[in-house]
Structures are given as C-alpha cells and as structure tokens.
C-alpha cells in the first residue's frame, strides 16, 4: 500500500538536482540547456533545485574523480527515500574517454546505484529529457524498487 | 529608456510571435544531417582489419571473433558506453564500413542497453 | 627590445647561459637554477611582468628534472615570447621559488609540486592541490615512473 | 574576530568544482583560500599514451564550453612540432570555429552572471539566442558542444556557401539582441547597483597576478593573445581590442559584450572573404614526430591558453602542459573578493567567468559558539537579494 502511494506521489513533477563529479561542463550545459526555453522541461514539473535535500532525481554527469567521490556519496545520502539516479553522458556512465586516467573510478555506478544511462559525449537535451520521461514511465509501472 | 521601457517593447514584440518552446516528445526533433549519433557497422564492407580500433581516441573499439568476416575473422565491436562519439574511425576506415547515423536516442536503463547497429545484407 | 639587448642582460647575469631562437619570435633561455631569480628580476625590470605559466618535464634516463618559465612583455609585438629554462637534479628536486617576484607562481608552483614532486623553498602553502589530501607523499603522477593504479572505490 | 565560510565544491547552475574557504569579518571577506583539484583528471598523464593525432580529442575534453579553443590550441601546437602548415582556407574555418565559440560562450555567461544577480529573465532571453548558435555549430561540424572540427594539419570538415549565408542572417539577428543586452546591462538599476564598483581589480594587480582574458581586459590592461601574437588568420582580420578602465564586475560585463561584436564582425568578413581550396593536408594517424618542443598560445573564450608540446621522437608526446585561463585567475578572485560583503560574493566570483565555479553549499561556522549554520547556494541567493533589499539606499549612496 505504501509503494501505491509513493508511486503515485512521484507521477507529476519530479525536482531534479544536478551534481558535477569532476567531468568538463559539457553534460552539464546541455542539462542546463533543457531547462531553457527550447526544450523546457517544466513542462513536465521538473525542476532544477539549489540543495539535494529537495531533489527526487540526482542528475549526475562527470567521471567521478578522487576528491569527489565522498562528497557523491554524501549528496546521495541526503536525497530523501524515494530517490532516483540518472547518470547523464559516458564519462558517467564508464569513465568515457578518462577511462585509463590516474585519478577517477570510473563511472558514477561505482559509487552509487544508478537507475538510468544517458550515452552521448555530451548527450543531446532531448536524450536528457527522454531518459527521465522513461524513468517516470517505469516508476508508474512499479517496476523499479522503491 | 528606463527597464520598464525595454520589458514593454520585449513584451509586445514575442506576443505576436509563436512561442518558441518545441514540445520535444510529441513532436519530434530531427538532428542535422551531419550528426555524429549512433554507429552503424556494415559487416558486407568490413574486413576486420581494426585500424579503427587503432585509431579510437577512448579506446572504446575491441575486435570480436566474427567468422563471417573471410580473411580476418574478426570485426569491430563498439562499446558506446565509452565511445566519444568524434567519428575517427569512421573517417579513417579504409573501406568507408562505418558510419555514424543520426539517431541521438542513445539512453537506457543500463549500460549495455546502448548497443551499436550491424547491417548484415 | 631586440634578441641581442636581452642576450645581454642575461648574459651579465649569468655567464654559461645558452639561447635557442624560434621562427615565430620565441627565444628560449637555459640558465642554471641559482641565477635563476637574479635573471627573472632583471628580465621583469626590463618590462617583462607576465608569467603565463610553470612547466615541469621530468627526465629519468639522465637523472634530472626541468622548468620551464614562460615569460611575456607588457608591450609584447615589439618584444620576443621568452622561455627560461633551468636543470635540478631528480633525487632532492629543490629551487628557491619566485612568488615575490612573479606573483602567479603562488598557484603554478604548487602546481608543479604537487604533480612531480619539485620543493619550492620558501613557497608559503606549498602543499596538495590538486590530489586529495590523503594521497601518499611520495607519490607524484607526472613522473615517468608512476605507475598508472587507478583510483578504486568502496561501493556504499 | 573572522570565521570560516566554507564553499563546498557542487554547484547546482555552474559547471565544475571548485571550493574557496572565505575568512569573514562582519559582513566583510577578510581573505580567501582556493580548494582546488574537484576536477583534477590527470589529463596531462593521460595524453602522454595518446598519438599525436589523438591528443585534441582528449584535449578537447578539458573544459566543454571552450573545447573549439582547446582543440585549435593542441593542433596548432602539434603543427609547429610537425613544422607543417594548415592551407588558408583550413585556417579560416578554424578561425571560424574559434570565433563563433567565443559568441556561444560569452552568451552563455551573460545569462549566468545576471543568473547570479537575480535578473533570470536575461538567462532565458541569452540562452535562447545561444541556441541559434548550437544549431549552427551541429550543422558544421556535427555536434552542438565538443565539436572536434580541427585535426593535424587542417579541419575536418567544409563549411558550404548556404551555411556561410545562414552564418550571415544569425549574425544581423545577433548584433541587434547585443545592442539590447548592452544597453539593458548599463541603464537597468538592480544591475548598475549590483555590479558598479564590485570586486575591483585595479590594474596594477592585475599586472602583478598575471590576470587573463576580459578579467584583465576589464581593468585597462591591453593583453590578448590575438592582438600580441596574432595566430590563424586573426592578422587580416578586422579585429580590434576591447579595454574598459573601472575594474569592476561591470567592466568586465561590458568587455564581453563587446566581444560578442568583435566576433560577429570577424565572423562576417570570414564569411566574405574566405578562400576556395583544400582544407586539410593528409597525415597518417600514426606519425613519428621530430624531437622538437612548441608552445602554442590561443585567446580561449576566458584569456589566453597555453600548451607546451615536448617529443622525444615517439607516435606519443612525451610531456603536455596545459595552462587553462581560469587557473591564473584563481588568485585575482582573492583579490576581488578582499573587502566586499558576503552577499557579493556569487557575482564575483562569476565574474571571471570560471570555467570553475563554486559555492553550492555554504556553512558559516561561528567561532565562539562552533554550531554552523548551512546555507545552499539558493540560500545564499536569497540571503543576498533581501540583504540588498534593506541596504539598498545605503549602498546605492555608497556606490553611485
């Protein structure tokens, strides 16, 4: 019953929180770009908010390197419970083309659990935004654990 | 002109104008031509000679055994969940067997859910 | 101010200096590190006041190390692009550093400190900059010799 | 009495981290420490095993908005220790490249810095006409931010005389949204108040720290790589310097500015005067370079880039430096910020344009009783429009 209601409570609009592990800016201006007016996500009520303690989602992009992966870890631990991780571009995803540099782990799924990919160095904006549409699709059909 | 000034002249110039937000999902959004998306591998031209793996800057092509390949016996694999997308290889293939398509819907609940298109005719 | 007049001026400075010019009017000046500074302050009198960067090359076939201190004019189409290069030996790297002179040098030598390791005597916060703090102290990854382990991560 | 006013490193609307520990008197920033290397990757180590060919795909990666001016930079590097040369018309379009860059990158931070300041409908309006810029860069080169056009030795791809003619169009659109910025920027209030005699930078410390880019531009100091040692085609080009006095966060805005139509007039004679021919020479991917060494200086979208190339004769370089602008702006920020308010502190430090930028949580430790208050980067922004709400009239008599 509680999975019913929690379900139900993340159908409309997700906040979305976006953190940068150390990749070079390019995943996180086209984030920024599907908040302008070309694409605006709002339109699906996702939000950009300033602190994690308000996010549904952790927009996460950058190959983690050595100094973030605490602070990573601290951010996922502050979202509240029903939280989601999209990992956003392939430095994300498995280090991409830092794969064999001295300072990262390789991809943010080392650090914590990732529910959904987005390929692309950087990825385009509507990639972004159906990769979240996708989650939110198999969050209503109750296949993700919540 | 005082900001009040420029928000009226702003205000009155984008009300006649159709709005500029494109509504992504219901109407689709096609990339230019140009675009470098997805790989597309022709197996019918390669010839599993792996100077594309040679040559990939993120190292993100590993060559698998293939029998169908006739000399070589072994073609491409692309891993897109490393690949940086900048098309060396396909400029640097010496029979033109690869080719990035336009199809940016690269996303996937995991990672091995992101795979890279073969044409075997 | 021409090639020769700042052939000159380090000259004064230091007698063995040797010169090495560039087609597109760069002049790359090797000195031996305890002239180094007298150089850098006579060649910053001379109008020299911009130091774009530090460079760190790290030799261990033949057992030293290399700086390289990019200098440019404050009128710069009249005057060459300079490079001042110096030699310390590999085992202690040291050399005094130059922040009171150059300013910039607080960040680049640390920098360089840092990556390969070379001790700026009398740098301030001379310390990690860009490796966590945690990392071993002797561990430096632009030398030749570090081997390539990368970083692994305890999955919470 | 100071305390500690960490800034930790993830910022919610900016790009990488970075994180500053400011030492706080009242309402006063007494002094500052950088907390570098959130996004320390060890790229100089790792294009040490990469061949020549591939080092500007990796360069390219250093930072995502200036990729255009870091993957120009490492060829151009690469071409003078190979000693060859780029035929004109490879020139032009990497030219083009650059420039067209600095317009989607200057936008980019105007949005942001008036983002910081409160002033969000400048956000969208900046971001919108960027996107007319991302459309053009995807049609050139096949893809909206890392656009890896230029290789060894020349570009990759041709630009067609239609695209030259829609370059053309997007500039007449451009020059007259610029004119609107410029003067929104220098008669709105909030924004005179916000950013006049904010964070000065006199031009004497510019000079001594060795500032770059529109950050020492706008203090009077007249350095740029495309004035000092004009590279490319920037020689023939009708490119003029831009320079303001003050120093301050509105200096720097209106260099930008400015810039933006330096670069849409370079941009139109590249599209009048740019020549027919080849546009690359052919190189093999796996060269042996010359035991040779080069420096090459580009005027990146934040100040001057600098590579130094060292080879031993291998298909590897055996030592790259990459010197990025905003690292020799870290220490300038220290200086701008000694001596302002608390609540100044997001304009300033977004005034240097940071390829680095900080400040998503910030937790204000008190000395005496050690319990520390959090406050978000949103925090922050509110804390500074209400501080301003009230000392509004005390500051604009202060200022103006």
Redesign the interface.
């Known amino acids: 019953m509680l999975s019913a209601i929690k379900r139900w409570s993340l159908k409309r609009s997700l906040w979305a929180?976006?953190?940068?592990?150390?990749?070079?800016?390019?995943?996180?201006?086209?984030i920024?770009?599907a908040f302008?007016?070309?694409?605006?996500v709002e339109?699906f009520g996702i939000r950009?908010?300033?602190?994690p303690r308000h996010a549904d989602i952790l927009v996460v992009t950058g190959?983690?390197?050595?100094?973030?992966?605490h602070?990573l870890?601290r951010?996922?631990e502050q979202t509240p419970e029903p939280k989601f991780v999209v990992a956003v571009g392939?430095c994300a995803?498995?280090?991409?083309?830092?794969?064999?540099?001295?300072?990262?782990?390789?991809g943010v799924?080392?650090?914590?659990?990732v529910?959904?990919?987005?390929?692309?160095?950087?990825?385009?904006p509507?990639?972004?935004?159906?990769?979240i549409?996708?989650?939110i699709g198999?969050i209503e059909r109750g296949e993700v654990k919540i | 002109m005082t900001t009040w000034g420029y928000a009226r002249r702003e205000a009155t110039k984008r009300f006649f104008e159709k709005p500029y937000t494109i509504h992504y999902p219901f109407t689709d959004i096609k990339a230019f031509e140009g675009y470098r998306g997805r790989i597309l591998l022709q197996l019918s031209k390669c010839v599993g000679c792996g100077l594309c793996a040679r040559v990939c800057p993120a190292s993100a092509i590993e060559m698998v055994a293939d029998e169908k390949i006739k000399p070589a016996g072994k073609r491409p694999h692309f891993k897109l969940a490393e690949c940086c997308y900048c098309a060396l290889c396909a400029e640097y293939c010496p029979k033109g067997a690869i080719q990035l398509t336009t199809d940016y819907h690269l996303y996937g609940f995991e990672k091995e859910d992101v795979v890279e298109e073969v044409k075997t005719e | 101010m021409k090639i020769e007049e700042i052939k000159e001026v380090v000259l004064s400075i230091d007698s063995n200096a040797s010169f090495k010019e560039d087609k597109d009017q760069r002049l790359w000046i090797s000195v031996s590190p305890d002239k180094l500074r007298d150089v850098l302050k006579s060649l910053k009198d001379k109008g020299y006041d911009h130091l774009s960067a530090i460079s760190g090359v790290d030799y261990p076939q033949n057992k030293k190390m290399e700086l390289l201190y990019h200098l440019m004019h404050s009128s710069p189409r009249e005057n060459p692009y300079l490079t001042i290069r110096t030699e310390i030996s590999r085992d202690n790297p040291e050399i005094p550093s130059i922040f009171d002179i150059f300013a910039a040098a607080l960040i680049y030598e640390s920098e360089v400190f840092d990556l390969l390791g070379i001790k700026f005597v009398g740098h301030p916060t001379l310390g990690r900059l860009f490796l966590p703090e945690d990392t071993p102290k002797d561990l430096y990854p632009l030398r030749k010799d570090f081997k390539n382990n990368v970083y692994e991560v305890t999955r919470k | 009495m100071t305390f500690n006013l960490f800034f930790g490193p993830i910022h919610p609307a900016l790009k990488e981290p970075i994180g500053f520990i400011f030492e706080i008197e009242g309402e006063y920033v007494v002094n500052a420490r950088p907390n570098l290397g959130f996004n320390h990757r060890g790229i100089e180590k790792l294009l040490e095993s990469k061949t020549w060919l591939q080092t500007g795909f990796l360069a390219e990666h250093v930072c995502g908005i200036c990729s255009g001016a870091h993957n120009g930079c490492c060829y151009q590097g690469v071409e003078k220790i190979f000693e060859i040369e780029p035929p004109r018309r490879g020139l032009f379009i990497r030219t083009l490249v650059w420039e067209l860059e600095r317009i989607h990158s200057h936008l980019l931070w105007l949005g942001v810095m008036l983002h910081e300041a409160g002033f969000d409908t400048i956000f969208m309006y900046t971001w919108r006409d960027r996107e007319l810029t991302m459309d053009l860069f995807e049609e050139m080169s096949g893809r909206r931010v890392v656009y890896s056009m230029n290789t060894v030795g020349g570009v990759r791809r041709d630009v067609t005389d239609a695209f030259l003619q829609k370059l053309k169009k997007y500039c007449n659109y451009l020059e007259e949204r610029v004119k609107f910025y410029r003067e929104l920027v220098m008669s709105d209030a909030t924004t005179l108040a916000r950013f006049q005699n904010v964070g000065i930078l006199t031009k004497r410390d510019a000079i001594d720290l060795s500032a770059v880019g529109p950050t020492t531009r706008g203090s009077g100091v007249k350095k740029d790589v495309r004035y000092e040692e004009p590279y490319g085609v920037y020689d023939e080009s009708p490119f003029q310097i831009v320079v303001r006095e003050e120093g301050d966060a509105l200096a720097k805005t209106i260099v930008r500015i400015d810039e933006i139509q330096v670069s849409i007039d370079i941009l139109r004679w590249i599209a009048d005067n740019i020549p027919s021919g080849e546009i690359k020479i052919k190189f093999s991917p796996m060269a042996k370079a010359p035991e040779n060494e080069a420096i090459s200086r580009v005027e990146a979208p934040r100040g001057e880039l600098l590579y130094y190339f060292k080879s031993d004769g291998g298909i590897t370089p055996s030592r790259v430096k990459i010197r990025t602008p905003t690292l020799a702006n870290i220490l300038p920020i220290i200086k701008m910020v000694e001596g302002q308010y608390i609540a100044d502190i997001p304009v300033i430090v977004a005034s240097i344009d940071p390829c680095i930028a900080c400040c998503e949580r910030v937790t204000m430790i008190d000395h005496k009783t050690g319990e520390s208050k959090v406050m978000t980067m949103n925090d922050l922004r509110i804390y500074s429009r209400k501080w301003y709400k009230e000392h509004y009239k005390e500051v604009r008599r202060e200022r103006l």
């Not at chain 1, 799924?109 to 659990?113: G, H, Y």
Request: with cysteine; glycine share 10%; hydrophobic share 35%.
């Open positions: 929180f976006h953190v940068n592990t150390g990749g070079c800016n390019g995943c996180d201006i086209e920024l770009d302008t007016p070309r694409y605006d339109r950009l908010v300033g602190s190959p983690v390197n050595s100094k973030n992966v602070r870890l951010i996922y392939t995803a498995t280090g991409g083309i830092f794969k064999n540099a001295y300072n990262i782990a390789h799924d080392k650090a914590i659990p529910h959904a990919y987005v390929m692309g160095c950087p990825p385009r509507e990639a972004i935004i159906d990769a549409v996708a989650l198999k």
